[in-house]
């Protein structure tokens, strides 16, 4: 069948046999907003499996891909019975669902609103102000309107929490990291988010975990093998 045929496997850290299917697969295209989950399993280091979809032939918008995300955008993940959609979603699941690997805040945490805040701040204030001053609106909206304010202030927001650091929750690097981490690195990469001392610090960070680089080599081996 169509989504079996064109999985391809991967697993985390260690590659695994190639008729063995892992408990996770990640619904991918390389590089797209789903990286974010890919790094996401990288920290995770569980097994995954990698289904990979072809934006540009529009496979995304194809039924048996419809029926598992009807939004038919990337990424998604499948665990068992259980299919989750939206980056931030999915980091968040996978943080609480493997509490081991002390990449969540947990529930009864008193830091636990603060690390739901960031994880929500990502996809609701940084993308939103980032996609904004990328592509303005053609009629200026007013700032009451607008979910994150101004570009302004939530850049500010960002770059306090993350000055001291080294991450978002203090010493504890978690799913939060992913998210908003991701937004910053993607948008300082396409000129979209200056680069001050703060972002610049914090992206050197991430780009010195091993997790990170795995996920920008598969990531990069997987878009060259698509050409
Ligand atoms: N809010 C979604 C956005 C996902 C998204 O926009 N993905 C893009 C790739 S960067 C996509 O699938 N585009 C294909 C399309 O819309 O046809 C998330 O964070 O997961």
Redesign the pocket.
């Known amino acids: 069948m169509w989504l079996r045929r064109k999985i391809v496997v991967l697993g985390g850290h260690k590659p695994h046999m190639e008729d063995r299917m892992a408990r996770l697969t990640l619904y991918h ?1 390389s590089p ?3 990286s974010v989950t890919l790094w996401m399993l990288e920290e995770l280091g569980e097994p995954y499996d990698i289904h990979m979809l072809d ?1 540009t032939k529009g496979e ?2 194809e039924a048996p891909y419809l029926a598992i995300n009807p939004m ?4 998604t993940l499948r665990d068992g019975d259980t299919v989750i ?4 979603a999915i980091c968040t699941y996978l943080a609480d669902e493997f509490p081991d690997k002390k990449l969540n805040v947990p529930v009864g945490s008193p830091q636990r609103g603060v690390y739901l805040k960031w994880l929500f701040f990502g ?1 609701s204030c940084v993308e939103p102000a980032v996609i904004d001053r990328a592509a303005p609106r053609k009629e200026e909206a007013r700032r009451g309107m607008l979910g994150y304010g101004d570009f302004d202030t939530t850049m500010n927001t960002v770059a306090a929490a993350v000055e001291k650091g080294p991450w978002l929750m203090g010493e504890q690097f978690t799913a939060a990291d992913v998210v908003v981490g991701a937004g910053i690195r993607w948008g300082m990469m396409f000129n979209m988010i200056p680069e001050r001392p703060e972002f610049k610090a914090y992206a050197a960070r991430i780009a010195a975990r091993p997790a990170a680089q795995r996920a920008q080599t598969k990531d990069l081996e997987l878009a060259e093998k698509k050409k």
């Open positions: 295209a797209s907003r789903s934006l995304n918008r038919g955008k990337v990424p959609t939206e980056s931030a996809p």
